[in-house]
């Protein structure tokens, strides 16, 4: 196996203060300026699990830099470079408590609350009569609370978050109609390559000057669920499961390893064979929704690089 970068404790100059995620770490500089370190750490149902995928840091952090350069001419968003294959360096931003998730089919956590016949998500009306990965007659917004570490996000709706105060009736509407044209774009690029952009999550923030921009990732396995275009018709009739790019083998794997994250459940062994398995689909979707061949940045040490390159590249940019 290659070697993996599960935690980082780096001490940039210009820094103030860190924050360590699920699979980021952000590291907070003056002039509101922020280093976010993907790591290769891979959680699921809200837990991270115990051991790194290799180069999926990587992975994410590069789709993310692609897409927000192909999309900054319809949404603002935080990018200011990218100095490692890790890493991207930022404005800072204050971020909106709640994720915009967006779905255009029933899938995933929609599909598992349809079973149970619950037909209204986040308020939003789901459709009579769909069976699973049915595309939905439009997508739909269904917003979930930002949880604190080892909570679970919550689906919440658009009335509860402006009632709430969370976020004000005016900021909200910029925020769906961003999450919209978003997901339009996405699915439009998917498209293109051969793919279907089923469903993904958005995360916003303010800049200090009061902007709305997109922050974080975007249309990453780790976001986004994909589907392939081939084929999801002939799937559809023959009530067949979809071949599908995105985190969600990982889920039902672990699904099917009796762990779902409750309470007393133990997270089940993964193999070496199995997380170089991970990391082979994680590749794959690179490549198909990029449209170009991934090169993995190996290193000696994984910390070392992006230390290297990192600060390099910030004592430039304060020094001009």
Known sequence: MSSTLTNSNFNFSFQEKVYHGKVRDVYYLRNDVVVMVASD???????????????????????????????????????????????????????????????????????????????????????????????????????????????????????????????????????????????????????????????????????????????????TPDSSRYFYLDGYEERQLNNDPQKQLSKEFVRQWLISNNFQGLDNQKIPEMSDDYINSVSDRYIELYEKITSEKFTKSFSKNISERIFANTENYLKRYFEH
Request: charged fraction near 30%.
């Open 41 to 219: 750490r891979i959680s699921a149902f809200d837990v991270v699990m115990p051991k790194g995928i290799p180069f999926k840091g990587q992975i994410l952090n590069q789709i993310a830099i692609k897409m927000m350069n192909e999309t900054k001419d319809l949404v603002p968003n935080w990018l200011i470079d990218s100095p490692d294959p890790n890493v991207s360096v930022g404005h800072l931003c204050e971020p909106f408590k709640i994720e915009m998730v967006i779905r255009g089919y029933l899938s995933g956590h929609a599909a598992r609350q349809y079973k149970k016949g619950i037909r209204k998500l986040c308020g939003i009306d789901m459709p009579e009569g769909m069976k699973e990965n049915d595309k939905f007659p439009e997508p739909i917004i269904t917003p979930a609370t930002k949880a604190e570490t080892g909570k679970h996000d919550e689906d919440i709706s658009k009335e509860e978050i402006i009632s709430k105060g969370i976020v004000t009736i005016e900021d909200y509407e910029i925020l769906e109609h961003y999450t919209r044209t978003l997901f339009s774009k996405g699915s439009e690029i998917a498209r293109e390559r051969g793919l279907i952009l089923v469903d993904t999550k958005y995360e916003f923030g303010k800049t200090v000057n009061g902007d709305i921009v997109l922050i974080d990732e975007i249309h």
